[in-house]
Structure formats: C-alpha cells, structure tokens
C-alpha cells in the first residue's frame, strides 16, 4: 500500500465489506447499523454496495408525489427513504456503484466541508486510478429539476463532476454518534430508466446526459474492475482490514427495514412529517 493512500484516520480499527448485494431499505439499514457499531467501539466501516433490485433513494425531505409511483411498480423498482437530504437517485443494478464510509463523530471535523472533503478522499484517489480526471464542481450549474439529485445545481463541498458533467453525489448525516458518509457513483448513465421513476418533469434523456457522465464514457473499464478499484481505494485510505457483517447487525438491520427503510409510514411520508 502507497503510503500518500492512507488518510488520517488509519491508525484506527477499520473494517472494509466488499461489493454487498442487497435490497435499497437493507442498504440503508445496514448504513444506520454501522453507526451504531462504531458508537459502541466497534470498528469503523468503508463497504461498497450494489441496490439489486434496481431502487429509488428518495431524499429525507422529498415529497413522495415526485415520485411515478405505479412506474416503479411497472418496472420492478424498489423506493427507500435515505437519510440524507437532496433529491431522489435511481440506482441502478448495473449502472450505479454506491459506497458507504462510517466512523465515530468525533475523529471527523466538525467543519461540514472538512469533512466532505476528507471521506472524499479515496473516492477521488479510486477515479484517479481508473483514469478519470474528476474533481469536485467548481462552477455551479443552475437546477434542471430539484426532485432529482444528479439534477440540482451543483455543490461544491460533495458533488463530483468530470468532463463539465456530474459523476458522483455524496451526502451526510450524523447518527448514533457516528458520521455516516454515502455515495452513489455512476458506472454507466441509464438516462431514460433514471427520468422514468420521477413524476412531473419534462425533462429529456438528451438534457440527462447533458448533465450527468458515467465512468463507462471515461474510461474503458468494467463495472468490475471499477469496482475492485473503489474497494482497494477504501481500503488503502483506511488501512482497512476485509471484514463482513456479524449476524447481530444483520438481524438489527432487518428490525430497521421493517420497522422503518420497508415501511410506507418512512417511506412515503409527506415532507412536513418529522418523524
């Protein structure tokens, strides 16, 4: 391991869960359940993971009627409520590749933008390594439509751009004691699966892909090989050691889905509702 590939926190216990294939409310569980695990001392966590089926993330404050409820059920695609704010994403099963980073509230800057900037790190090293000149925005670009992440205008502190065009969204929130930080980057850009899950737009999968790059137009890589170099990114920067879920975070997770990421009363909540 490059010793410029360690972060700061790599003195620390990290584990690193390779690509973890599951359900959109099981993801976001298991995100909540990491936080917990490194509140109580526990190890901290860097994973990739992959949304199967293909799922709308909607934002902690979106408003569920942006979303074209009977299209995702047309389409077999699953609806979340993340915890973050911003727009919805669809993940898609091929075309996203998504990553969590998770670790005590009080080894990260209190600063937002510190922060951002930090747990960016091996996610701008992984693109560096596939070949990909990406960085964060720079220039801001006005809004297409707002109910959509890759659509809003541009962010400095978290969002990725690459070629004038967004590659990757990244958010926080804080639970538990612990920061969680997650990521959806685009391996390949599915413009019209992506529009057809949102209500209310007039938005063209030509304005899309406008908008938004994949990796896969970047660079000529394979999902897997993208993957892997995200992993070993994650885990250079933690000096993280391979790890996997216990069996207790599994079943807490499951309680959340059912309790919560599964249930309609999170899921389609209206956006004055702060449970």
Same mark, same amino acid.
């Given at each position: 391991?490059?010793?410029?590939?360690?972060?700061?926190?790599?003195?620390?216990?990290?584990?690193?869960?390779?690509?973890?294939?599951?359900?959109?409310?099981?993801?976001?569980?298991?995100?909540?359940?990491?936080?917990?695990?490194?509140?109580?001392?526990?190890?901290?966590?860097? =994973? *990739?993971?992959?949304? /199967?089926?293909? #799922?709308?993330?909607? %934002?902690?404050?979106? +408003?569920? @009627?942006?979303?074209?409820?009977?299209?995702?059920?047309?389409? =077999? *695609?699953?609806?979340? /409520?993340?915890? #973050?704010?911003?727009? %919805?994403?669809?993940? +898609?099963? @091929?075309?996203?590749?998504?990553?969590?980073?998770?670790?005590? =509230?009080?080894?990260?800057?209190?600063?937002?933008?510190?922060?951002?900037?930090?747990?960016?790190?091996?996610?701008?090293?992984?693109?560096?390594?596939?070949?990909?000149?990406?960085?964060?925005?720079?220039?801001?670009?006005?809004?297409?439509?707002?109910?959509?992440?890759?659509?809003?205008?541009?962010?400095?502190?978290?969002?990725?751009?690459?070629?004038?065009?967004?590659?990757?969204?990244?958010?926080?929130?804080?639970?538990?004691?612990?920061?969680?930080?997650?990521?959806?980057?685009?391996?390949?850009?599915?413009?019209?699966?992506?529009?057809?899950?949102?209500?209310?737009?007039?938005?063209?999968?030509?304005?899309?892909?406008?908008?938004?790059?994949?990796?896969?137009?970047?660079?000529?890589?394979?999902?897997?090989?993208?993957?892997?170099?995200?992993?070993?990114?994650?885990?250079?920067?933690?000096?993280?050691?391979?790890?996997?879920?216990?069996?207790?975070?599994?079943?807490?997770?499951?309680?959340?889905?059912?309790?919560?990421?599964?249930?309609?009363?999170?899921?389609?909540?209206?956006?004055?509702?702060?449970?």
């Amino acid at each position: 391991m490059a010793d410029d590939a360690r972060g700061p926190l790599a003195d620390e216990e990290w584990r690193l869960i390779r690509e973890d294939v599951r359900g959109g409310p099981m993801q976001m569980a298991l995100d909540e359940v990491a936080a917990e695990t490194a509140a109580a001392g526990g190890p901290r966590t860097v =994973r *990739v993971y992959r949304w /199967r089926p293909s #799922t709308l993330s909607v %934002g902690y404050g979106q +408003d569920p @009627d942006t979303v074209d409820w009977a299209a995702c059920t047309e389409r =077999r *695609v699953a609806v979340t /409520r993340r915890q #973050t704010g911003g727009g %919805g994403i669809y993940h +898609d099963v @091929d075309g996203d590749i998504s990553y969590s980073i998770v670790a005590p =509230r009080a080894e990260l800057p209190g600063d937002l933008l510190d922060a951002y900037h930090l747990l960016c790190e091996p996610i701008l090293d992984a693109f560096g390594r596939l070949g990909v000149d990406a960085d964060f925005a720079a220039e801001s670009q006005p809004e297409i439509w707002s109910p959509a992440c890759y659509l809003r205008s541009l962010h400095p502190a978290h969002d990725i751009v690459a070629a004038g065009r967004k590659l990757s969204g990244n958010a926080q929130y804080r639970r538990h004691e612990s920061v969680i930080q997650h990521g959806s980057l685009t391996y390949s850009v599915r413009a019209a699966a992506h529009l057809d899950v949102f209500a209310g737009h007039d938005v063209t999968p030509e304005a899309f892909r406008e908008r938004v790059v994949g990796i896969d137009e970047l660079a000529d890589v394979t999902r897997a090989t993208a993957v892997e170099t995200l992993e070993a990114s994650l885990a250079d920067w933690a000096d993280a050691a391979e790890g996997s879920w216990t069996e207790a975070e599994l079943d807490r997770a499951r309680e959340k889905v059912e309790s919560k990421y599964g249930a309609d009363e999170w899921v389609r909540r209206r956006p004055d509702d702060r449970r």
